[in-house]
């Protein structure tokens, strides 16, 4: 306890050192289990989780303010580079998940000195951390983001034993996460004024009832979606009230993919959409949109004005086309890869199944001069629209006070990327029952939930609430899947596919064959499935999984991630998992086609065009 002369950073720093110098303690303890001539291999997993739990008390602050180390010290045990970067090599193995992976694994003898290494490693970066928190300025709206971001992190990820794939310790660690919020804000507002000391109160009360829910919980048998309509949204809840009573600087800014001002994750609108796919922004974003609504279903985008956008992207097949492969420009051949939904495509960061676009803007450019697909280019196509007076009345009101109030190449890109922006929907029957608003699912949908997050292990590829590959909370990295699904080509017996994936864009092995973790959105809707269109049913998918993707069919899949040990879901839960798949379909208020498209004065054959192509 400090003298009311602290000043809020030297609090934090005094808790974080204290805290730290806690855990430095403990892996000092497995690293002695570890070097025994005979390791006590239940000794030292207990001495892991150990360590494990005291560091869940101050990642919050480490990944956010020293993300490096944070990093380092918890990275996944799957091989990876740096996002995007295609010269440095990979990333090596190290931290606590690669010491479990160790010390669970039947090669422990065979380990021993990696895992000294491993140990030894996070030893030297833990004991560094109290001199780099001595030269750093903790500012306090970061740290209430940073302890935000904590619980969307804890209770997205490490909850369903993202982190703790073989002990099953992520129940327990999230209590922890829980108590170092508790003690790092106690640290920080001990002396604070009755009426905020309320709402500390009123937090610290919730965090207790959570913790007594977690404590209730035996491995494999959690209740994920309870805990979350009925402990997580609160707690959310509360921290945000208490954030926005204790810091004296109320001027948030929205640097985050998620909308801190949001009460829950589950909220309707908790995400920044403009943080994930960037795009410029405009003083009549609708107008523009509008635009874009009507060239997305305009043939005349195409070279030979039968095909639009709409044509793979169809609002009664929630944006797909119901093709295992796309058609392709020339009628009766095709592509080589399924057409994805559009819907909720902003809340990503590429685009494309191997993720070859960054932007909206990009997507459509790389659609358009595909001779595969539109067959065509943005001059052509503005050269075109510029004889349509309605066009040219619709670009220069849309984009009033701009650069872009001419038909242009650019101005068409915008337009069409501000419609695709507008393709949102978060208001499942799902998103209804588990922000607390209605109680809509029924309890195969529930139970089918908590398969999902528990047995299944789909939660750990999928991330909440989104269901798609951003891994949460910072929503940066996309998640790269190699699960060996089987050839689209019906052969006897059928084949791995061959389709290199991401590797055509980035020639690492680790890349090859691997593809982005689709979103699960209106999955319902948009049969069939896998970047092949292999599957028909969700029943055939879920089937997949339950046998271990590739491997467990039989396939030799050298660099599968997916795990290829069978799932064992019985008959009735794989029923639940499908009934709980159903309740993520929300395309209201997006299925809109335009009733006529803009006229052309010189041109009654292309006047005659079809509202979003004849195929």
């Not at 309890?443 to 269901?467: Q, R, S, W, Y």
């Amino acid at each position: 306890m400090g003298s009311e002369e602290d000043s809020f950073n030297d609090r934090v720093i005094r808790e974080m050192t204290l805290q730290t110098d806690s855990l430095l303690s403990s892996v000092v303890v497995l690293s002695k289990k570890c070097n025994e001539k005979q390791i006590d291999t239940l000794s030292a997993q207990l001495a892991l989780n150990d360590c494990r739990n005291r560091y869940k008390k101050i990642e919050g602050i480490l990944a956010y303010f020293f993300p490096g180390e944070a990093f380092r010290l918890n990275k996944a045990v799957v091989p990876s580079i740096e996002e995007d970067d295609e010269v440095s090599p990979e990333v090596p193995f190290s931290g606590f998940q690669y010491v479990e992976s160790i010390l669970y694994s039947d090669s422990l003898g065979f380990q021993r000195k990696e895992l000294k290494a491993a140990i030894d490693q996070i030893y030297f970066l833990i004991s560094n951390l109290p001199i780099s928190y001595s030269q750093f300025f903790f500012e306090e709206r970061s740290v209430w983001e940073a302890l935000q971001m904590q619980l969307v992190r804890q209770f997205m990820l490490g909850f369903a034993d993202f982190e703790t794939v073989d002990s099953k310790n992520g129940v327990v660690e999230s209590a922890f996460v829980l108590n170092g919020i508790h003690e790092l804000i106690n640290a920080a507002y001990f002396d604070a004024a009755e009426i905020k000391k309320t709402e500390m109160t009123n937090f610290f009360n919730e965090i207790r009832r959570s913790e007594k829910t977690l404590s209730s919980y035996k491995i494999g048998e959690i209740n994920y979606f309870a805990f979350y309509v009925d402990n997580y949204n609160s707690l959310s809840a509360s921290l945000s009230k208490l954030r926005d009573i204790m810091l004296s600087e109320k001027n948030l800014y929205f640097t985050t993919a998620i909308n801190f001002q949001n009460q829950s994750i589950f909220d309707p609108h908790a995400f920044n959409t403009y943080f994930f796919v960037p795009g410029k922004t405009h003083a009549n974003q609708s107008e523009v949109a509008e635009l874009g609504r009507l060239l997305f279903f305009d043939p005349a985008l195409s070279a030979n004005n039968l095909r639009a956008c709409a044509s793979c992207h169809q609002p009664g097949k929630a944006f797909t086309d119901g093709l295992p492969l796309s058609q392709s420009f020339e009628p009766g051949k095709f592509l080589t890869r399924n057409a994805p939904t559009i819907i909720n495509s902003v809340l990503q960061r590429k685009l494309f199944h191997d993720g070859r676009a960054f932007t909206f803007e990009d997507q459509a450019g790389r659609v358009m001069s595909n001779p595969l697909e539109m067959h065509n280019d943005f001059q052509t196509v503005a050269d075109k629209l510029v004889h349509s007076s309605e066009y040219r009345s619709l670009f220069k009101s849309a984009f009033s006070g701009t650069e872009d109030t001419a038909v242009t190449s650019r101005s068409i890109l915008v337009a069409i990327a501000e419609y695709e922006r507008t393709l949102i929907g978060m208001n499942t029957k799902f998103d209804k029952s588990i922000s607390g608003r209605e109680m809509l699912l029924n309890n195969d949908e529930v139970e089918g939930f908590n398969i999902f997050m528990g047995k299944a292990a789909c939660g750990t590829c999928h991330f909440l609430p989104l269901f798609n590959s951003l891994i949460p909370p910072v929503y940066v990295e996309t998640e790269w899947e190699i699960i060996g699904a089987p050839s689209a080509q019906l052969t006897n017996p059928r084949k791995l596919d061959d389709d290199i994936g991401r590797y055509a864009i980035i020639p690492v092995d680790i890349f090859r064959n691997s593809f982005k973790t689709p979103g699960l959105r209106n999955i319902a809707l948009t049969a069939p499935y896998m970047h092949n269109g292999v599957f028909k049913t969700l029943d055939e998918v879920i089937d997949f999984y339950d046998r271990g993707g590739g491997i467990g069919l039989g396939y030799e899949v050298p660099n599968q991630t997916l795990p290829e040990e069978p799932l064992n879901l019985s008959p009735t839960e794989k029923f639940q998992l499908k009934s709980f798949l159903e309740t993520l379909n929300d395309t209201i208020s997006l299925n809109t086609i335009p009733g006529r498209l803009p006229e052309f004065e010189d041109n009654e054959l292309l006047n005659g065009r079809k509202i979003g192509g004849d195929y």
